[in-house]
Structures are given as C-alpha cells and as structure tokens.
C-alpha cells in the first residue's frame, strides 16, 4: 500500500512538473513571436499593396452603405392614413339638447398575466411533495423527496390545470 502511494506521488508530481515546463516554454514562445511580429510592423515597405487595397475597401463599403441608406429611406416614406369618416347620430328627444356618441376606440382581447394556475399547482405541489417524501423515507430521504416531488407536482398541475379550464385560461 505504501508503495502504491509513492508511485501515486511520484506520477503526480512529474505531472506537475511537466505542466509547469511546458506552459513556461510556451509563454516564452509567444513572447518571442510577439515581439518579431512588432519588429515587422514597423517596417513601412508596402509590397503587397495593402494600403491600396484598403483604400479600395473602404470607398466601396461607402458606396454599398449609401446606396443601402438611399433605399431604406425610399422604402420607409409613410403612406397617407386612411380618411376615416364618422357619422354622428341624433337621437330623437323632446329636450332641447342633443347627444352623440362616436368611439375610436377597439376592444382589446384581456392579456394572460403571470403564472397559471396549473404551473403554480405543480409548484406547490412538487415542492409539499418533496417535503413529504423525505419525512416519510427515512433511510433514504433524497429518493423519497425525488418520488414525492414528482407526484406532488402531477396532482398539483392537474388540480391548477381544471381551476384554468374553468376559468376559461384554457
């Protein structure tokens, strides 16, 4: 057993030391090739015709985004709105006074906010289940609080789920 542990120890360490080896030689690498990349920026010779090339470059993006702009700007002009007309109605009375009534106003389907009532249902019911499984499982707690989390969180959704159906959520 104790030699086990030695050469246990002893792979471990050459592990480290390997590790620690490479990553320095590395890092002197990097080093040495950032600075022969700064040695070569420096030099202004253009042999390839880079500076010409990103003049090009940058003289046709100018003219692609223009022209790009120029339709946009054609596309997006706003139409004239419809002319809506409305008819004002008098009612027939005997006073003196008219009344009209005139709404531009259009009803709005009620928004669905926040949790249904099935989601909370298997909330609260996964979460009492929990609770009861692991109280009731005494030699295994995790497993029972798994099982009753489940079941708890079925008959919760299927409880919220007929609340839902009933209020018309469904």
């Known amino acids: 057993m104790k030699l086990m542990k ?10 480290v ?6 990553i320095m030689t590395s890092c002197s690498r990097n080093q040495q090739a950032l600075n ?7 030099s202004p010779a253009d042999t390839a015709g880079l500076a010409d090339f990103q003049a090009w470059k940058a003289q ?9 702009k120029k339709a946009t700007m054609a596309a997006n002009v706003p139409a004239k709105a419809p002319v809506r007309t409305v008819y004002k109605t008098r009612a027939a009375s005997n006073s003196s006074g008219s009344m009209s009534s005139e709404s531009s106003h259009t009803a709005k389907a009620p928004a669905k ?13 996964g979460a009492g289940g929990a609770i009861a499984g692991a109280v009731i499982n005494k030699r295994n707690r995790a497993v029972g609080a798994v099982i009753g989390g489940v079941v708890g969180a079925g ?14 959520r469904y």
């Open 113 to 125: 906010k926040g949790w249904s009532k099935a989601a909370k249902g298997a909330v609260i019911g």
């Open 17 to 22: 030391i390997v590790t620690v080896a490479v």
């Open 6 to 15: 030695r050469i246990l120890s002893t792979f471990s360490l050459a592990a």
């Open 36 to 42: 022969a990349d700064k040695a070569s920026s420096i």
């Open 60 to 68: 046709n993006e100018l003219a692609e985004y223009n022209a790009y």
């Open 155 to 168: 008959g919760g959704y299927a409880i919220g789920r007929g609340m839902d159906k009933r209020d018309g």
